[in-house]
């Protein structure tokens, strides 16, 4: 079993940048994809961004050329770094961990980013 501790979310103002952090409690091995998911009030749960084993990443169309998805196998952490903040990116961030092979879901218990002025 995995846990996962998401953290770094607060207030920023349009335009503003926020680096999102998901520490895994183990080393995670196999083949998993790691990403990050929102949830706006009202709204169903989406795909931000994800990195694979592999290295290789997606991004949701809203997001690309914004958002940057990367690992720190090291530290069994993976970052959300988020520049041009925009009211839209409002929402609750989750860490996810995904294990193909397995089909089992690891969520964190999520991070608050409010873009406001």
């Known amino acids: 079993q995995v846990q996962l501790v998401d953290s770094g979310g607060r207030l920023v103002q349009p335009g503003g940048s926020l680096r999102l952090s998901c520490a895994a409690s183990k080393r995670i091995f196999g083949n998993y994809a790691m990403g990050w998911y929102r949830q706006a009030p009202g709204k169903q749960r989406e795909l931000v961004a994800r990195i694979f084993n592999s290295g290789s990443t997606n991004y949701a169309d809203a997001v690309k050329g914004r958002f940057t998805i990367s690992k720190d196998n090291a530290k069994n952490t993976v970052y959300l770094q988020m520049n041009s903040l925009k009211q839209e990116d409002t929402a609750r961030y989750y860490c996810?961990?995904?294990?193909?092979?397995?089909?089992?879901?690891?969520w964190g218990q999520g991070t608050q980013v409010t873009v406001s002025s």
């Open positions: 996810n961990t995904h294990f193909m092979d397995t089909n089992l879901d690891y």
